[in-house]
């Protein structure tokens, strides 16, 4: 969540000079607006719910230095304010290798149905060197002391003149608050008073989060001997633990592995039995090399810094792009800024980038 304050003053005697505003960011969530509200001058403020900085955006590294994305990893041309963002931040792009003999498997029993993929005349992109250069190169916008980490908020109080904003160890007086967490989390976690109109608190708890329960894995390896094999690294599986993988070569073509999806239900599983499983079944379609990667990693995308309760989502991206987030609430001090509140592309990092640029311009 980011909260804006213009004269920023907290119980701990935290304060600034000039014009302030604070990021409250009650749990993890990153967006565009730290470098869009710097260009105002704003002096901004990170309340961060975990240890890291990047939300759904979690680029770690491998054995071999490979960048391997948990999070947040494709993009195309029509998002034109990302790609804008990117080339201000002077980060460079790369087509998502995509050419070769890709896999369908429709059951467990049959070999998988092969079909030749051409390299794509308009292709998904990745950002070179890994999504969590795009949240480095933010975050040298900002002063590195005003991001605090391992603030979970937990109150957001109106009072005559200031915004109140409480976390689970102090409190930070503001003036302006910008709330960057999925609403439904917002509405799960954090306690508003005055109450949000009821229009808002009906809507906030029914949008559906980006990425919940999605299930995310990583394998690196010393070399690519799918390539070599005419393999592109792409698979599609009804059969498997799992769905959707994708050749994770690097920007430099040097540090090797894939990326994927993993079925629902391998969220009851332990990591060690999900990575045993995962690796039977890509052994079995892609060779026995398959089975010694240099490191798996995996991610369930269920903890508390993305979603809280047991919501009720009918579809995919369910009141994303909302009304209610185009206003602002309690006298124009608070605004919801997710990627979910964007007008357009909600849910991608687009919709986080055009969010905060919406965000900035009223600030």
């Known amino acids: 969540m980011l909260v804006y304050p213009i004269n920023n003053r907290s119980k701990e005697a935290f304060s600034h000079n000039g014009k302030e505003c604070s990021y409250n960011r009650g749990r993890t969530e990153w967006s565009g607006a730290g470098i869009f509200s710097s260009k105002k001058n704003i002096n901004a403020t990170i309340l961060e719910a975990s240890d890291r900085l990047g939300g759904r955006i979690h680029t770690i590294t491998g054995t071999l230095e490979t960048p391997l994305e948990l999070g947040a990893t494709w993009f195309s041309d029509v998002h034109s304010n990302l790609l804008e963002l990117m080339d201000e931040l002077g980060l460079a792009k790369y087509p998502q290798h995509s050419e070769g003999v890709s896999l369908f498997q429709t059951k467990s029993f049959e070999p998988p149905q092969e079909f030749f993929v051409p390299g794509a005349t308009s292709p998904s992109y990745r950002i070179a060197g890994g999504t969590q250069m795009l949240i480095e190169a933010l975050a040298q916008q900002l002063n590195p002391e005003n991001s605090h980490f391992n603030k979970k908020v937990t109150a957001i109080d109106q ?205």
């Open 159 to 363: 009072t005559a003149n200031t915004i109140v904003v409480t976390t689970i160890d102090g409190s930070f007086e503001t003036d302006h608050v910008v709330i960057c967490i999925p609403p439904q989390l917002a509405a799960a976690a954090i306690r508003f008073s005055p109450g949000l109109p009821d229009s808002v608190a009906q809507v906030l708890p029914t949008v559906q989060t980006w990425m919940a329960g999605a299930l995310k894995f990583t394998l690196e390896y010393a070399e690519p001997f799918w390539r070599n094999k005419g393999y592109s690294g792409m698979l599609y599986s009804h059969a498997g633990i799992v769905t959707e993988m994708y050749d994770h070569t690097n920007f430099s073509g040097e540090r090797y592995g894939f990326t994927g999806f993993l079925n629902s239900g391998a969220a009851s599983y332990s990591q060690d039995i999900r990575k045993e499983l995962v690796l039977q079944q890509l052994s079995e379609l892609l060779g026995l090399e398959m089975a010694i990667p240099v490191s798996y990693f995996d991610k369930v995308w269920n903890d508390e810094f993305i979603i809280e309760g047991d919501p009720v989502i009918l579809r995919p991206h369910q009141n994303n792009g909302h009304p209610v987030f185009l206003e602002s609430y309690m006298n124009d001090r608070l605004y919801f800024c997710s990627t979910e509140t964007a007008s357009a592309f909600p849910g991608y990092m687009e919709g986080a980038v055009i969010a905060a640029k919406s965000v900035a311009g009223k600030l």
